[in-house]
């Protein structure tokens, strides 16, 4: 099993930063790829990010594209989320996600394991 442990939201005014943080512990030696997804109140949980094992890959939504970026430390076992020039929208739970498949999928029925969410609030 892998366990996966977020960190790093809260209340930010627009045009602001924030770093997630998700730390991995368990089997970790299993995952592959790891993303972002974000759900707000009412909507679906949605595709943020997604890293490869080694960092060389990274996918974005097209609405975080250019203000987020994804990382992974070089032990494997914590992915970051640089989240610049945030806006109310992004307004969120932000959850992060391992997958042990040689994939890096963009929706989340692919993914092995959750965290438990952070808050994101953006404010206007």
């Known amino acids: 099993q892998v366990q996966l442990v977020e960190s790093g939201g809260g209340l930010v005014a627009a045009g602001g930063s924030l770093r997630l943080s998700c730390a991995a512990s368990?089997?970790?030696?299993?995952?592959?790829?790891m993303g972002w997804f974000r759900q707000a109140p009412g909507k679906e949980r949605e595709f943020v990010s997604v890293?490869?094992?080694?960092?060389?890959?990274?996918y974005y939504a097209d609405s975080v594209k250019g203000r987020f970026t994804i990382s992974r430390d070089s032990a494997k076992t914590t992915v970051y989320l640089q989240m610049n020039s945030l806006e109310p929208e992004d307004t969120a739970v932000y959850y992060c996600?391992?997958?042990?498949?040689?994939?890096?999928?963009?929706?989340?029925?692919?993914?092995?394991?959750w965290g438990q969410g952070t808050q994101v609030t953006v404010s206007s």
């Open positions: 368990g089997r970790t030696f299993s995952i592959y790829s």
């Open positions: 890293i490869s094992r080694s960092g060389g890959i990274t």
């Open positions: 996600a391992a997958n042990a498949g040689v994939v890096l999928p963009t929706t989340p029925n692919r993914y092995d394991y």
